[in-house]
């Protein structure tokens, strides 16, 4: 279990909605730069509350270099 959680790690009720948000991330990623994925070499991820507005939001950023699928 998570500590803090109730819940069994792997089974938490939203967990299916933070993946389906992250797909939708991905969707958009495919869109501006076409097929590939972004390398886990050289990567960062940020999470931080926005410095106004709604104090129940989250701001997450994903940086890294986009490699393009190839054919061999």
């Known amino acids: 279990m998570c500590a803090g959680s109730s819940h069994p790690i792997g089974h938490h009720p939203m967990q299916r909605r933070y993946v389906n948000r ?6 958009l990623v495919h869109e501006r730069y076409g097929d ?11 999470v931080s509350k926005p410095s106004e507005g709604d104090p129940e939001r989250v701001v ?9 699928y190839r054919k061999w």
């Open 22 to 27: 992250m797909l939708e991330a991905k969707a």
């Open 36 to 46: 590939g994925i972004m390398s886990a070499i050289d990567f960062t991820v940020r």
């Open 60 to 68: 997450i950023t994903l940086d890294g270099k986009f490699l393009p």
